[in-house]
């Protein structure tokens, strides 16, 4: 029983795959966390998705096979090498994997990426389970040799988490030995030779069309013939459940699109639905060849599909939703003792633009916090600060911050600091280090000392890298120690200079800070005065008590209060970030 990014591992494995680099993202990270345990694969976790492709186009040059994976935005990110490694192909096997997040479980925006397969001219294959995972991965490499090109694996939420069962293969590898051999009209791409390679792109994708029209991945499924779904990927599952007679033409090839296929199953159906998660990719290529269907007036452009959706989108017929359980909702949260929290409870009180980044911290926006005020992509707050402070001159001066993660100031925050020294601006930058790649499941960087296979290595020195860009007031605060960080911050905001402070404290669910011993917090009854200033933490172990004006009494309180806090000592970590916010002191170490 493998998940998608399992099954896709164990295709890479058995296809001979070499070096492997990614940067973690969901849905697609334990793509690279189950690579890494295979014997003879080289994976690494790289600074970020461009780097990533960098590093596998190089090792196809190298003649081996190479896999870089990422989520969808990563696609963006990595888009520069991806598109020109279009044009020069490959000598190993290169694949790409590009894992969509339809519904937006962890992600900025809802972008379907198969619109870079033919932005790029490069092939693109999606398996609609863990079985079609593990071989379409193996078919990339075998297509990416046999056409010489890099060739797309898109992936989704459902497809990336779901399991199934996934009969295991021996390893191969590619027909030749490693060696690079030097070919200038293939690798540099100089005008003149990129002219030439293009034309061998086009060339090359009349071939793969062809293909699509007899590759067995792409399958017509007769049965009643009153209705035709075309589809692919997991739309193809909620298909089959929803409607198991219907006639359905599968595809695994998302680009090219087989033509000649379409024709022949429109021909045989009475009438033609098209079922996709997202935008209308397969939609607008079947009107494109004059094939009367049906598509997002039906199904719907925005989030994930299920069978109900699919059938009650088709049919017209509302379908009831199955029984809910009746779950209390648990609002997202930084975790109790999360070292960002006192971070944000200072700059809530400094009342400045908070323009921030992806990573946990970016749940600092939500109640009772409340104190971010930006979030567009990686690296983006330092680069955002620096326009607003441009924008609104010197009015601007101490008005806004930049706060990002050290994986994300890794991955593309760093030239936005450079940015500001070099064009004289005046903006401070809130460099939140927690040891870890935290929001992706505690991955290693550059800034931890650890590699993937937890290796140790030189880890990078965050202050020393600020200097070198020329960064002159860089301080190190403890962000627990709240007192001291909102005086720092105070100070450095009204600066008229660049400034950096690197809130240093290790993520709470990191294995080595879980093994130390902390003192559990817990509240005075008799001190509590109900005030809830405490509450404006907004840490999961506080809690709320509420009081009837009877029970306030029988607690010994006026009839006017309204309850009291009470610490869930199974919850506190200890961080001691809720003790000098009680000005009655009845937060105290819980005695054993």
């Not at 189950?34 to 790289?46: D, K, N, Q, R």
């Not at 022949?264 to 004059?290: C, I, N, W």
């Not at 299920?306 to 809910?324: F, K, S």
Request: with cysteine; proline share 8%; charged share 20%.
């Amino acid at each position: 029983m493998l998940s998608g990014n399992e099954a896709i591992a164990r295709g890479a494995y058995e296809a001979g795959v070499k070096v492997a680099s990614a940067y973690p993202g969901t849905p697609s990270t334990e793509i690279l966390e189950s690579l890494v345990s295979y014997e003879g694969v080289y994976a690494e976790w790289a600074p970020n998705e461009k780097v990533a492709v960098e590093v596998a186009i190089g090792a196809s040059m190298g003649g081996v096979r190479a896999l870089a994976a990422m989520k969808h935005v990563g696609v963006n990110v990595a888009a520069d090498p991806i598109f020109t490694a279009s044009y020069t192909g490959v000598r190993g096997g290169l694949v790409i994997v590009t894992a969509d997040d339809p519904e937006l479980h962890s992600s900025q925006n809802e972008q379907d990426n198969r619109h870079y397969a033919v932005a790029a001219k490069i092939p693109m294959l999606e398996p609609s389970d863990s079985f079609e995972a593990k071989e379409f991965t193996r078919l990339a490499f075998e297509l990416s040799e046999r056409f010489d090109t890099p060739v797309f694996l898109r992936t989704t939420t459902r497809i990336s988490h779901a399991k199934g069962v996934v009969p295991l293969g021996e390893p191969s590898g590619p027909p030749f030995p490693p060696g690079f051999a030097r070919d200038p009209a293939k690798w540099v791409m100089l005008p003149v030779n990129a002219k030439r390679r293009h034309v061998l792109v086009e060339e090359r994708t009349r071939a793969l069309a062809e293909f699509a029209e007899t590759f067995d991945g792409n399958r017509i499924e007769w049965g009643d013939r009153s209705l035709g779904i075309v589809t692919a990927g997991v739309s193809y599952q909620y298909v089959r459940e929803a409607f198991p007679e219907a006639s359905v033409l599968k595809l695994g090839l998302a680009y090219p699109l087989p033509s000649r296929l379409f024709r022949e199953f429109a021909a045989g159906v009475s009438r033609v639905v098209v079922v996709e998660e997202l935008d209308p990719y397969l939609e607008t290529h079947v009107k494109a060849l004059g094939i009367p269907a049906q598509g997002k007036e039906l199904i719907p452009i925005v989030g994930e599909l299920d069978p109900r959706i699919v059938r009650q989108g088709i049919t017209g017929e509302a379908v009831p939703l199955r029984a809910q359980e009746n779950v209390p909702p648990r609002p997202p949260s930084l975790c109790p003792g999360c070292p960002h929290r006192g971070l944000f409870f200072a700059l809530k009180k400094l009342k400045v633009a908070v323009l921030g980044d992806i990573g946990c911290y970016t749940l600092a926006a939500l109640p009772p916090l409340g104190a971010m005020d930006s979030c567009i992509c990686m690296g983006a707050s330092i680069g955002n600060a620096h326009g607003m402070e441009k924008a609104l001159g010197p009015e601007g001066k101490g008005k806004a911050v930049a706060v990002i993660g050290d994986s994300t100031f890794l991955h593309s925050g760093i030239p936005g600091l450079m940015d500001i020294v070099y064009n004289r601006g005046c903006s401070t930058v809130i460099l939140l280090d927690n040891r870890t790649t935290a929001m992706t499941g505690a991955q290693e960087n550059p800034s931890t000392g650890k590699t993937l296979r937890g290796d140790p290595t030189h880890r990078l020195d965050l202050p020393a890298l600020c200097r070198a860009l020329g960064v002159e007031h860089v301080y190190v605060v403890n962000p627990h120690d709240m007192e001291r960080t909102e005086s720092v911050l105070r100070r450095e905001i009204r600066r008229p200079a660049p400034s950096v402070v690197i809130t240093e404290a290790p993520c709470v669910l990191l294995p080595e800070h879980r093994k130390k011993q902390r003192p559990v917090y817990e509240v005075i009854p008799d001190l509590c005065t109900g005030c809830k200033a405490c509450s404006k933490l907004g840490c999961p172990a506080i809690e709320w008590v509420p009081f009837t004006p009877e029970e306030a009494v029988a607690e010994g309180k006026k009839a006017t209060q309204k309850g009291m806090a009470r610490i869930n000592p199974l919850l506190c970590d200890g961080c001691n970030q809720c003790p000098p916010l009680c000005k009655f002191q009845a937060i105290l170490e819980r005695k054993a």
